[in-house]
């Protein structure tokens, strides 16, 4: 764990939701809502809680994270940039041919990623074997994953989570990004999740419901369950707002996938930068 306040910690998951709505306006492709619903604990794993080395980025004692809703990349490329992995003026690559931030995070591309997703369901299980290796190994690093909610429909989240209960993996931090809106409407809608914090709750988990746009909620979250070391994986079931912190994207479900115009991009910038403490 790093030693920065809530406040530091809230600027820069600010300045990351800045960096990742430059790089959809200027590719004019991307997926800015879950980006900017993900953006706080994305801030909150990678600048405070997770042992990491940018300079090292293989290193084998490393906690791992892995983004299953791995269309919000952006986020992701913007926070590895701002820790050095790669140059900042990268960032301006976004899904052109060569570079190494495509659509979806590649291992095999881009520093820093864990492993390549984007098949929706398939993180979660990436994440579980990290975690058993983790044990089998005897090695103290942690694996940290972001799911989405509408990607909780996928019946392979499940047979994951069954499996975390199985192996007793309590060195597994599942973050549900529960913003409650999908490609094609509001989850409710097109397949409800019912309450995704029970269910995780029902498959053996550790699970805390919090507000996961609240930096301060994610931060004493985070410190409660450091050494809780009781055999169950933990679930941080996170209600969050999908666009949080551009206006005219929050709670809007059309922008799952949209790039922003120029006039809407500048605006979403006087936005973001007032924000700024």
């Known amino acids: 764990m790093k030693n920065i306040s809530v406040n530091e910690l809230k600027n820069i998951a600010t300045d990351l939701r800045k960096k990742a709505v430059t790089m959809i306006y200027e590719a004019q492709s991307g997926h800015p809502g879950g980006s900017l619903s993900a953006a706080d604990f994305v801030t909150a794993c990678y600048f405070r809680e997770m042992n990491i080395d940018p300079k090292n980025p293989k290193w084998e004692d490393r906690d791992r994270f892995v983004l299953s809703k791995g269309h919000v990349c952006p986020i992701q490329y913007a926070a590895l940039a701002t820790l050095g992995y790669f140059p900042l003026d990268v960032l301006h690559t976004l899904r052109q041919e060569g570079s190494i931030l495509q659509g979806h995070p590649d291992m095999k591309k881009c520093p820093g990623i ?134 005219y994207m929050e709670n809007v479900c059309s922008w799952h996938g949209v790039a922003p115009n120029k006039d809407e991009y500048e605006q979403a910038m006087k936005e973001l930068d007032a924000q700024m403490i």
């Open 114 to 247: 864990d492993i390549s997703t984007g098949s929706l369901g398939q993180g979660l299980a990436c994440a579980v074997g990290m975690a058993i290796c983790a044990k089998t190994d005897e090695k103290d690093y942690r694996t940290f994953v972001v799911v989405g909610d509408g990607e909780a429909q996928e019946g392979e989240i499940w047979e994951a989570a069954q499996t975390a209960n199985k192996y007793k993996l309590d060195n597994l931090i599942v973050f549900v990004d529960n913003n409650n809106l999908q490609i094609d409407g509001t989850c409710d809608e097109v397949m409800p999740n019912i309450d995704l914090g029970k269910k995780f709750e029902a498959f053996g988990f550790e699970n805390y419901e919090i507000d996961g746009n609240d930096m301060q909620q994610i931060v004493d979250t985070l410190d409660k369950i450091r050494e809780a070391k009781n055999g169950k994986p933990k679930c941080i079931f996170a209600h969050t707002i999908k666009g949080k912190g551009v206006s």
